[in-house]
């Protein structure tokens, strides 16, 4: 064993990653809790990794045999359902850990300076798990998938300028077809975990070398009391990781993933027809606009209002230079509450109309 | 050493231009074929004008039935007095498929509760623009629709 040690301490000192992880602490506070949601969301991903490949062996992509290579793996093959379960909860879960994961770092300013990179690689990878979402959503070829698609891919085609070549980039044609469906596989199994995996090592790198951020304390500068990384947070971080497991398997089991009709080209749109919860308070918004708001169409108006909302809250490090010097900055904490609001309002909203 | 320099400038300036004009072409080199090859190429079918649907007995009145018009969709009515409509089933909204409504002798999109009367106009909810209409023609009991 100390042999083997030292080989590999000779080629990489290991010693060093040692000291650094003996000497790491994190901050303990009456915010501290916040600190676990990020490791939840990582651990869902992982969930997500692992249960993704396992469906990637019975999955048949295509218009003609996804919806029944995934009606055979939950009726014939053994414990498929609970994979694809699995699959689908621990997506939903891990979008609500991310969101609470956001939040927390947002309304604690944990985003100034020097966490900038941190914060941005953070939203590139929140943005990442809703198109996931998207994607994945698509693969079982279901009624309910097919017509979300379709309404969401004609979303993204009302961007003023890039929309039309982005519809066809996306639906690989005009309409939603078998050829929409071997893209958005492609993006969900390959391009997407490529950039995906990037993005989450650069944040996660930047996490451990720059340790947790402490909330903003302008009055006097208080010294807070801290515990060790290793053993004891680390601990903690399993003990919850244990815990969302089961709420996991619960879920899961108890709530199994239905998988619906299949999609039919020529059949018209169900009732209710939804998108995933997390994109529900959007669609409410584009929803309740009108028709045509002065010249411009509500959709077009609605989606442009998002896409600058988005890229303005993904850069609001550089616009909050308060808390970068170390001031509280109210304005930025309202604005946080307003979004979190805004968006738990509009889910409920779009929850009750469908 | 001075007076060399302007020479010498234009040179490197030149050195500049062509390198990265160098580095431009390239990028284009790499680029646009993927470009091009996402972009997918147009199906050139022949593009369907007209389509058989059924004969007229096959339809009840006050119904509406999807037929398939090429690749897309189209929706077919047969209105209480009998008085045959055809248009696309498309949503001018955001693409969902229609359907007819016989308790509200409308037609109907479930996406977003759009709704149209029986001459294709959006009356209420979100769709912007009425249905593509199309005319149908009956030719000894058998119902053509065609897009002019
Ligand atoms: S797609 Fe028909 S009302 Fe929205």
Same mark, same amino acid.
């Given at each position: ?26 901050? /303990?506070? @009456? ?6 949601f990020g490791g939840?969301t990582l651990?869902?991903f992982?969930?997500?990794? =692992? ?28 414990? &498929? ?11 939903? *879960?891990?979008?609500?850990?991310a969101?609470?994961h956001m939040?927390?770092v947002?309304? +604690? /300013?944990a985003y @100034? /300076?020097?966490r900038e990179i941190t914060w941005i690689t953070g939203m590139l990878l929140f943005f990442m798990a ?22 969401? +891919? ?16 996306? @639906?690989? &044609? ?5 050829? +929409?469906?071997? @893209? ?11 950039i995906f995996t990037v993005l989450l090592g650069i944040h996660l790198f930047l996490v451990q070398i720059q340790?947790m951020s +402490? ?29 969302? *497991?089961?709420?996991? #398997? ?12 299949? #999609? ?44 600058? #909302?988005?890229?303005?809250?993904t ?23 307003? #979004?979190?609001? =805004? ?12 | ?12 300036? $030149? ?14 080199? !790499?680029?646009?074929? !993927? ?31 999807? $037929? ?81």
């Open positions: 064993m100390n042999r083997l040690y030292q080989w590999f301490d000779e080629r990489v000192s290991l010693s060093a990653f040692i000291e650094f992880i003996k000497h790491k602490e994190v901050p /303990k506070h @009456r915010h501290s809790v916040w600190y676990y939840v651990f869902l992982i969930v997500q990794v =692992f249960s993704g490949i396992l469906l990637l062996f019975y999955y048949r992509p295509g218009a003609d045999t996804a919806f029944e290579s995934i009606k055979f793996l939950m009726t014939k093959v053994q414990f &498929g359902w609970l994979i694809r379960s699995i699959h689908s909860w621990s997506a939903n *879960l891990m979008i609500l850990a969101f609470i939040f927390s947002y309304l +604690t /300013k @100034r /300076k020097p809703l198109a996931f979402g998207f994607s994945g959503y698509l693969l079982p070829w279901n009624e309910l998938a097919f017509f979300a698609t379709k309404v969401g +891919t004609d979303i993204a085609g009302s961007v003023p300028l890039i929309g039309k070549p982005l519809l066809v980039l996306l @639906r690989g &044609g005009d309409n939603v077809t078998g050829a +929409t469906l071997s @893209r958005f596989f492609g993006f969900h199994v390959a391009l997407f975990p490529a340790g +402490t909330p903003l304390n302008p009055k006097e500068d208080k010294k807070y009391d801290s515990m060790p990384f290793f053993p004891n947070f680390v601990l903690r971080d399993l003990l919850l990781w244990l815990i969302v *497991l089961n709420i996991l #398997a619960v879920l899961a089991v108890f709530f199994p993933w239905e998988l619906g009709v299949k #999609a039919d080209l020529f059949a018209s749109a169900p009732a209710g027809i939804s998108p995933e919860w997390y994109f529900l308070f959007m669609f409410q918004v584009l929803k309740m606009l009108p028709s045509h708001v002065w010249f411009i169409e509500g959709e077009v108006l609605g989606i442009v209002l998002f896409g600058i #909302a988005g890229a303005l809250w850069v609001v490090p550089f616009l909050d230079k308060k808390s970068s010097r170390g001031q509280q900055s109210r304005f930025f904490t309202y604005v946080g509450i307003f #979004a979190i609001i =805004f968006i738990i309002v509009f889910t409920i909203v779009g929850w009750l109309a469908s | 050493m001075d007076n060399q320099s302007s020479p010498n400038g234009t040179k490197r300036d $030149f050195l500049k231009y062509a390198l990265s004009g160098g580095i431009l072409a390239w990028l284009a080199a !790499i680029f646009y074929p !993927i470009l091009a090859y996402l972009n997918p190429p147009k199906v050139t079918g022949a593009q369907v004008t007209s389509v058989k649907v059924g004969k007229i007995g096959d339809f009840e009145n006050d119904s509406g039935t999807i $037929f398939r018009f090429g690749n897309q969709p189209g929706i077919l009515i047969k209105t209480k007095d009998g008085e045959f409509k055809a248009f696309s089933a498309t949503c001018t909204h955001l693409d969902c498929t229609v359907q007819y409504r016989q308790d509200m002798g409308l037609i109907w999109c479930a996406c977003h509760n759009g709704r149209y009367d029986l001459s294709g106009r959006n009356i209420a909810g979100p769709p912007p623009r009425p249905l593509e209409a199309y005319n149908v023609i009956i030719k000894n009991d058998e119902i053509l629709v065609t897009k002019s």
